[in-house]
């Protein structure tokens, strides 16, 4: 079965940018979705097909997807940002497969 | 706007049956492919299934396959989710979701609309 492999926790600092990888066999090949998820809410779709911003997701936040890792870019962070944030993708063995999630902190 | 409520968690033993609702309301139900996603208690998410738009087709993760059936009823615009022999291991916020527009089955997909998640915990 394909696996998504994403860091624990990332730190940034208030208004830098924060960079959260998700890593994956040839993930480059296949879409990459993201997700921000605060304490006791459902998950938000931040980013859909690699890059895709969906209606109501500020600019500050954009995808990239190429060879073996897929990165979900946070500019200007926000403490509004601190959340868990996951990557998914398609793979016909699965279906569906998320990442394990990383833990956003904003210092 | 499109809104998804799940229903229908709660506390069952293990080996016990529960089934869940999730009402939808905001789009054309019976126009979209519908999924569960489950979340344990501080763990990641993990897609459970899905089911096309007449309920022809379904797709299970392995875990729950012969346990779980989904189901659907366009005309009262729900989908369901009978989950039998549950175990421990089967506790977590159960989440309904949306899959995008012209989705064609087994192929690439994503959630922009969840519902907010009922708890079924399985316990003795």
């Known amino acids: 079965s394909y696996e998504l492999t994403q860091p624990l926790s990332v730190s940034v600092a208030l208004g830098q940018t924060a960079r959260i990888t998700c890593g994956g066999n040839n993930i480059g090949s296949k879409n990459v979705h993201w997700y921000q998820q605060k304490p006791g809410q459902a998950p938000v779709l931040v980013i859909y097909?690699?890059?895709n911003r969906p209606s109501g997701i500020p600019e500050r936040f954009s995808g990239s997807n190429s060879g073996n890792t897929a990165t979900l870019t946070i500019s200007r962070a926000q403490a509004g940002d601190e959340a868990d944030y996951y990557c998914q993708v398609w793979d016909s063995s699965t279906p569906v497969v998320f990442g394990g999630g990383t833990k956003l902190t904003v210092l | 706007e499109v809104q998804l409520v799940e229903s229908g968690g709660g506390l069952v033993q293990p080996g016990g049956s529960l089934r869940l609702s999730c009402a939808a309301s905001?789009?054309?139900?019976?126009?979209?492919?519908m999924s569960w996603v489950r979340q344990a208690p501080g763990k990641g998410l993990e897609w459970v299934a899905n089911i096309k738009q007449d309920g022809s087709e379904k797709y299970y993760v392995d875990s729950v396959k012969g346990r779980f059936t989904i189901s659907r009823d366009n005309a009262k615009n729900s989908l369901y989710l009978q989950m039998n022999s549950l175990r421990a291991e089967d506790t977590a916020v159960y989440y309904c979701?949306?899959?995008?527009?012209?989705?064609?089955?087994?192929?690439?997909?994503?959630?922009?609309?969840w519902g907010q998640g009922t708890l079924v915990t399985v316990s003795s």
């Open positions: 979701a949306r899959d995008p527009p012209n989705y064609g089955g087994n192929s690439d997909t994503w959630f922009q609309h």
């Open positions: 905001g789009f054309t139900f019976s126009s979209y492919w």
């Open positions: 097909r690699d890059s």
